[in-house]
Nanobody, 121 residues
Framework: QVQLAESGGGLVQAGGSLRLSCAAS????????IGWFRRAPGKEREFVGV????????YYADSVKGRFTISRDNAKNTVALEMNSLKPEDTAVYYC??????????????WGQGTQVTVSS
C-alpha cells in the first residue's frame, strides 16, 4: 500500500505559476500510474492529468493542456505537477492519486489529502 502527500499549494496571481509535489511513502511511485485531480468549491472532482508508471505516456484535460505538466523524480519518489499561466478557474484543492488509470476518480485506489491552490484575478 502506498501513502501519498501533496504539497506546494498556495495563493498566486493570475498568470503565475506553482509547482505541486506528490510524495510517496510505503511503496515506490515508479510502479504506479499517477493521476492528478482537483475539486473546486461546489463542483465535482475533476480530472487534470495522468502519467503512466513508465513516464512515457501522459494525458491532460483540455482545460489544462499546454499549461500544466506532470513529471517524475524517481530518485526522490515524487511526481510533480507544474502549473503555468494560472487562471482564477484553476482555483481548487488538488489531489494526486495512484493505482488506477484514466480520467475517472473511481479508478484510483490511493489518494493524498490534497493541497489548496488559489488563483487571484
Amino acid at each position: 500500500q502506498v501513502q501519498l502527500a501533496e504539497s506546494g499549494g498556495g495563493l498566486v496571481q493570475a498568470g503565475g505559476s506553482l509547482r505541486l509535489s506528490c510524495a510517496a511513502s510505503g511503496r515506490t511511485l515508479s510502479t504506479y500510474n499517477i493521476g492528478w485531480f482537483r475539486r473546486a468549491p461546489g463542483k465535482e472532482r475533476e480530472f487534470v492529468g495522468v502519467n503512466r508508471w513508465s513516464g512515457r505516456d501522459t494525458y491532460y484535460a483540455d482545460s489544462v493542456k499546454g499549461r500544466f505538466t506532470i513529471s517524475r523524480d524517481n530518485a526522490k519518489n515524487t511526481v510533480a505537477l507544474e502549473m503555468n499561466s494560472l487562471k482564477p478557474e484553476d482555483t481548487a484543492v488538488y489531489y494526486c492519486a495512484a493505482g488506477g488509470w484514466g480520467s475517472r476518480a473511481s479508478e484510483y485506489a490511493y489518494w493524498g489529502q490534497g493541497t489548496q491552490v488559489t488563483v487571484s484575478s
